[in-house]
């Protein structure tokens, strides 16, 4: 993949400028019509064309730069540097002007409330046990594995991270079970948009479109939405105590240093928090459909766990990390390999600038391709191979791996997500032998599919024979 010349910030010299290209556009959709469903394909097709930075257009919603080179995202995001403050703001596409973005940690401009939204749920995870959450949460899943013939693994992970995500906004740190109809309903309404397109949904544009019954369903949606975490707030209101803040409400309801929020912002928080959430839940789905499909890695993970933990040991998270280097490498290696977050929510220039030699107009979309540099063969031998032992040897490694984006944009769950892929992987493995069912060819990469800017495997499933 070609690299662009220069590091970081360069000169602000005319001369030192270069012409962006990129594929050519019509005149009313620009390149709108050739990107593919799955974007991450279209942004690293073209820049095997025109290189690791190039233009692109969106017809009617303006001009966007394609990061799509390891040292151009790295020299873009990294932390504390004054590309990653100049490149911190979010582009919105209109319809979530119709939306309503104020309270979403995920679509506000860093200092527009971004940073102290960041802050807090930054707090409010340092005050809950988010160990013992995922250790029940993971339980709870082996328990389904157990007792089931046969398990669809996707749907099953979906429940956990549900779950998961729910004990940490409003059910107070504590968990439902899964056939709890609460818990159904409430997985049901705050999910029910999320097959719907933000980016390319066909009100951005053709903005009348919004009041016409293409979008009924959706204004209904968000409207139910509301009326159903209403009483959330309200309960934790009247038992609110700011010694202990037990989940995401509670911190929004005070408590926090640096963070003053009006409350009802908590229902658009969640609202927004559980699309770019899915991550997880797709990050912990490859990582089992890797290792069922490989077994010999499946033995070694075992043989792994055996040499570290006895029959009655519990899994956790130090051990995993400090004594498991090949869980570790397997969870690097489906990261890198399925590159679950293919592209970060778009960025947005806070002022004009030049970067790589390329001018940068304020307000231009940045789209950082993090599929890309993830199989790059010049990065990665064989790249698109499954091969866990490649982590082992940290001398080898490339630099710039960011499966969770990085700088002050990164994603605010990126330690717990690592910690719950540790504990789901050590303690599945632990306890089980995966199989898929036979008769039924489990999916592949190939197979994949893009849902909320995440890169799904299809549904699978499997047969858990307990191993003591």
Known sequence: MATSEGDGNDSQCPMLSKTLSGPSQSLLFGNLLQIDANTHLSWTKWSKEFGSIYKVSFGPMGNAVVFSGVN?????????????NTFSDRWRPPV?????YAGSISWENWLEGAKQRKHLMKEVFRSMDIEGLLKKEVDAVCDVLSNKEQVDVCELLNQANNNILLSLTLNRGDRYEYNDDEFKILSEVITSNHNRPVIASPMNYVQCLWHTPLYNTMRRNYKCLKSTLQPYIDSHRADFDSENIRDLIDGYLGGIEETSFDVQEAIDHIKFLFPPACSLRVAMQWVILFVTRNDDVQKKIQEEID???TDADEVNDEVVTNKMPYINAVIKESLRLATPVVQLIPHCAIKDTNFKGYEIKKDTIIIPNLWGPNHDPENWVDPF???PDRWLNVDNLPPGFMPFGSGLRKCDGYLMSMTALRILTATVFKRFHLKGVEGEK?????DSFMLVGCNHPNHFNVIATNRH
């Open 72 to 84: 151009e995202l790295a020299a873009a995001f990294e932390p504390e540097s004054e590309n990653d």
């Open 385 to 387: 191979v499954f091969k």
């Open 96 to 100: 979530l002007e119709k939306i309503g």
């Open 307 to 309: 040499q570290v933990l």
């Open 442 to 446: 489990l999916p592949s990469l190939e």
